[in-house]
């Protein structure tokens, strides 16, 4: 009798020794007691296509794939889901039995369940949303509030042509804001989503006036690396539910893990401190 291989999965990315994937993933293995591993591999580009095939024939059912990688990976897979390709990046893929490799993008997913996690109140009708950035998380989290119901984007960021360039692909119901009019735009918010890098340990202050910011307005902020950022602590002083970026990182990669080791697994306390760990 042939032995089952243990199934692994990891993440590919350049670089890779900062990502809490594998933390995340292995504290899952474990709780739920079962067999597989999950693998940080750091591939520069020029490798990519080379690794990625090679990972089933290594007993790999798939992996999730971070920064630079998520645009590239898209020419690379067999299916694309229409989400990964209404955002035009992929973080999951599927190695399927039949030997096609499934590209999905489960960071909207991600958004919205930790929005609804840290603000059980939120709601898709409550008033516009403001989105301060213009890139691929931007992207992610645009495309998952039309989806959940948003009606009305305000969307900022520092070169305005790429939030032209969203406007131009979402349609009209985004606004495009000028930069130097960011934070104007959050008097008229109820929800406020950073997805810029601005804040993040090592990266540039986060600036943008925040004297527009209302008593109840639901706030989060991307960047969990520091988990209370300046955006957040700010807007706690000012009456605002706050929702930190590490639940979308934790909810983004339940859908991942259940396809690849068929139990659906639980975003609780445990799940946080075992990643912040």
């Known amino acids: ?18 990502s809490k994937s594998p933390q995340l993933h292995k504290h899952w293995l474990k709780s739920y007691r079962l067999p597989g591993d999950y693998i940080p591999m750091d591939v520069q580009e ?103 119901g948003v009606t009305d984007i305000l969307l900022s960021n ?14 009209s119901k985004v606004r495009v804001v000028d930069w130097v009019q960011a934070g104007n735009m959050l008097e008229e918010a109820a929800t406020v989503v950073n997805t810029t890098s601005l804040g993040m340990t090592g990266a540039a202050d986060f600036r943008v006036p925040l004297d527009g910011l209302r008593r109840g307005t639901i706030v989060t902020d991307l960047v969990y690396a520091p988990l209370r950022t300046r955006l957040l602590q700010e807007a706690d002083e000012m009456g605002c539910v706050t929702v930190d970026g590490l639940g979308m990182l934790l909810h983004q990669a339940v859908p991942a893990f259940e396809r690849w080791f068929g139990v659906r697994p639980e975003v609780d306390m445990r799940t946080r401190a075992a990643v912040l760990g």
């Open 158 to 171: 520092r070169t305005r042509p790429k939030a032209d360039a969203l406007r131009a692909e979402f349609g």
């Open 1 to 18: 009798m042939t032995e089952m291989p243990i199934p692994l999965a990891g993440v590919v990315g350049h670089p890779i020794a900062h």
């Open 46 to 148: 020029d490798d990519l296509e080379q690794v990625i095939r090679a990972l089933p024939k290594a007993g790999f059912v798939g992996v999730n794939i971070t920064i630079p990688h998520k645009i590239a990976i898209l020419q690379m897979a067999d299916l694309v889901t229409d989400r990964a390709t209404l955002i035009g990046a992929a973080n999951t893929l599927i190695f399927r039995r039949d030997g096609k490799i499934h590209a999905d993008n489960t960071d909207g997913y991600g958004f919205i369940a930790n929005l609804r996690a840290g603000a059980p109140g939120w709601r898709s009708d409550l008033g516009p949303a403001a989105i301060l950035g213009a890139g691929g998380a931007a992207r992610a989290v645009i495309s998952a509030l039309i989806e959940a």
